[in-house]
């Protein structure tokens, strides 16, 4: 499967964006997909995941109650909303599919990243 990640722009410190991961060549049904992102310098870091149905979602600590993962299979897509944004979620963002639903940065596909930039 081939995804392709969107969405990221330059942002001021407090508002909302949502980031979309669209899959091509296959069906992202059969998939767990999950969202990382990474500074430079700095190890890619998982932000969320959900799995192939939609009816299992797992965030990080530091993204429960700001960020929300969802998915819609008709539309092979899934989207990361992240809410009252701070200049720290400055990063590149990457979505990545795998037909586990791993919470680290085993998957097997990813997709080639969205810069989100965010000022104070």
């Known amino acids: 499967v081939q995804l392709q990640a969107s969405g990221g722009g330059s942002v001021q410190a407090g508002e909302t964006l949502t980031l979309s991961c669209a899959a091509t060549g296959r069906t992202l049904s059969g998939y767990a997909v999950g969202w990382f992102r990474q500074v430079p310098g700095k190890s890619r870091e998982f932000i969320a995941a959900?799995?192939?149905?939609?009816?299992?979602?797992r965030y990080a600590d530091f993204a429960k109650g700001r960020i929300t993962i969802s998915r819609d299979n008709n539309k092979n897509t899934v989207w990361l909303q992240m809410n009252n944004l701070e200049p720290e979620d400055t990063a590149i963002y990457y979505c990545?599919?795998?037909?586990?639903?791993?919470?680290?940065?085993?998957?097997?596909?990813w997709g080639q990243g969205t810069q989100v930039t965010v000022s104070s």
């Open positions: 990545a599919a795998d037909q586990a639903f791993p919470l680290t940065v085993q998957y097997d596909y």
């Open positions: 959900i799995n192939l149905s939609g009816t299992d979602t």
